[in-house]
């Protein structure tokens, strides 16, 4: 089974940046597809981007598109997302995913297909 850790929340102002890691460990890294997901207070968790596992194929909610960029290198087992313009509505709970499910199309639209999730970090936008 992996573990997920991710790290490099905290507080940004409007129009700032942020960067987010999650490193994997117990597993074959390069075997899963992988994604960040948010969860503002009092609304359901959502899909951010996913990345497939060759690091080519990569997806992106309409709300992050040209602001964010999923990243991820297999040989230190990890995974990235840079957030540029940060704006108050981005403020929620980050967590990193992985799913065995190859395809990006199949565990874009099912949470379910993602079996392993980190314990989350909080990003807060604001002045």
């Known amino acids: 089974q992996v573990q997920l850790v991710e790290s490099g929340g905290g507080l940004v102002q409007p129009g700032g940046s942020l960067s987010l890691s999650c490193v994997a460990s117990g597993g074959a890294f390069d075997y899963y597809s992988m994604a960040w997901f948010r969860q503002a207070p009092g609304k359901e968790r959502h899909i951010v981007a996913a990345i497939a596992r060759n690091g080519v194929n990569t997806y992106y909610a309409d709300s992050v598109k040209d602001r964010f960029t999923i990243s991820r290198d297999n040989a230190k087992n990890a995974v990235y997302v840079q957030m540029n313009s940060l704006k108050s509505e981005d403020t929620a709970v980050y967590y990193c995913?992985?799913?065995?499910?190859?395809?990006?199309?199949?565990?874009?639209?099912?949470?379910?297909?993602?079996?392993?999730w980190g314990q989350g970090t909080q990003v807060t936008v604001s002045s």
């Open positions: 995913a992985a799913s065995v499910t190859v395809y990006l199309s199949d565990v874009v639209r099912d949470q379910s297909k993602f079996g392993y």
